[in-house]
């Protein structure tokens, strides 16, 4: 499912780590003053928004702006608010004078997990809502240097995952808790090369956070294992943006990868004497192991076309380098062990479609479609990677009270149904062994509410 696609680089490294453990035992004519304001509402929203504003999910549209509304529609092509410097930085060429907006998103999912023929000595606990309740919020801000050239800065977070079970749940020994959250930084610039053609790039700095807690089957009470790190990557977008004729566009963008190199000395908890004696002969105590990943590159088509003063339709494409992120190093600096994990990783694909209708002066409605394939097959999910394809259906509406600002409302419910997992034990158990976790995750879905300020 999208909002769970990208840690479990990470969790499947830890997974094989783990493995080898249980072998042992997201205003038009803006005065100066007024765009040192909106520059001084982004650092505080890349402060206050860093670990939440997208911990449900990678690469998602969702960023608190009419896409919501739109299910991603037209990414790339439609260019009509400063949002467009990172769906597209060669739209902001398109846009009049200097333009602010901001928005705010909450984010519910319901992904809860029924046991179908696990372990017996696992329990029963399905560890409730693993994601539940994100707040969320963006802003983006476009600076007119002439008819021609613009700049452009945002604050957002667009991927991450967030899970957390609760409880003596059965998975414990695969996945407690797993964030993996990044917000990115990203100044650009557009400029308007003639009348149909603009181009665009844009710097993305993202910075990242990774928690991963597991617990450790052993003799009595478990055990427990946590990993935590923040860094930083950087990466880009490149567009273009092509206009034959007035009101129908295409727009192309290209997302660089971006690495992300972790490192995090492990800590555990209450280990028992045998357990912590075979932790530290195997030199897995007190050294740290480097995750290195790479967030994949991908790219994205769009066409837009206003058919009439009122109605403007539009579609989309996108492909997601998935099965290059597939491959991660562990490594424990001091002993020399060295983990190479190969993830069964697939690319991935994005259709959508979506309009526009306008009702009157003041207000304009939105609704579109999607559809993302699934990164990994059905028989390689687990736990700590709950996803698979995902069906997306957004609508939204635009109301402007007067012609110096816009308030946006928008909805869209993100669903990928039933998801099952059949994850198997090296060990038999119940010691030392993380047991076979069976079942489902049924009926998953998320819901996005967001509400957005331009002016």
């Not at 099965?323 to 424990?332: E, L, Q």
């Not at 869209?412 to 034990?425: I, P, R, Y």
Request: charge should be negative; include cysteine.
């Amino acid at each position: 499912m999208a909002f769970c696609t990208y840690a479990h680089g990470t969790a499947a490294a830890i997974t094989r780590f783990a493995t080898e453990m249980e072998g042992a035992h997201s205003m038009k004519d803006c005065r100066s003053k007024e765009g040192l304001w909106a520059l001084g509402v982004l650092i505080f929203l890349l402060v206050a928004f860093p670990a939440t504003a997208g911990a449900g999910g990678l690469f998602l549209t969702e960023i608190g702006t009419a896409d919501v509304g739109l299910a991603g529609a037209g990414w790339a092509a439609r260019a009509q608010d400063p949002a467009t410097l990172f769906r597209n930085p060669a739209g902001m060429s398109l846009l009049e004078g200097n333009q602010f907006l901001a928005g705010a998103q909450l984010l519910y999912a319901d992904m809860k997990f029924s046991s179908q023929g696990s372990s017996g000595f696992l329990g029963t606990g399905n560890g409730g809502n693993p994601v539940d309740v994100f707040p969320g919020g963006s802003a983006f801000y476009t600076h007119s240097l002439g008819r021609d050239f613009k700049l452009g800065i945002g604050v957002f977070s667009n991927f991450g995952l967030g899970l957390k079970y609760t409880g003596e749940w059965i998975g414990r020994y695969y996945a407690k808790e797993s964030t993996l959250v990044g917000a990115s930084i990203m100044p650009a610039a557009s400029y308007r090369v003639n009348e149909w053609l603009s181009i665009g790039a844009a710097l993305n700095v993202m910075v990242a956070q990774l928690k991963y807690v597991t617990a450790i089957n052993q003799i009595g009470s478990d055990g427990s294992l946590r990993l935590q790190d923040v860094t930083a990557g950087v990466g880009g977008n490149v567009g273009i943006m092509l206009e034959p004729k007035k009101g129908t566009r295409l727009g192309v963008t290209y997302y660089s990868q971006v690495d992300l190199d972790f490192g995090s000395t492990p800590s555990f908890d209450n280990l028992g004497a045998g357990t912590n004696a075979i932790l530290t002969a195997a030199g897995l105590k007190g050294n740290e192991i480097d995750l290195g990943m790479t967030v994949p590159q991908h790219v994205v088509v769009s066409v837009f076309h206003q058919f009439t003063d009122r109605l403007a339709l539009m579609a989309d494409f996108g492909w997601e380098d998935w099965s290059r992120f597939g491959k991660v190093d562990v490594s424990v600096d001091e002993s020399g062990t060295s983990l190479t994990t190969d993830i069964p990783f697939q690319d991935t694909y994005h259709v959508g479609g979506g309009g526009q209708f306008r009702l009157n002066p003041q207000w304009l409605i939105n609704a579109g479609v999607g559809y993302d394939s699934a990164m990994l097959k059905d028989g390689d999910r687990t736990v700590g990677l709950p996803v698979g394809s995902t069906y997306k259906f957004g609508v939204g509406a635009e109301w402007r009270p007067k012609e110096t600002y816009t308030v946006g409302f928008n909805y869209e419910f993100a669903w990928s149904g039933d998801m099952t997992v059949n994850q198997q034990a090296a060990l038999p158990g119940p010691i030392a062994s993380r047991g076979n976790v069976v079942g489902t995750f049924k009926d998953a879905n998320i819901h996005f509410f967001n509400v957005n300020v331009k002016w």
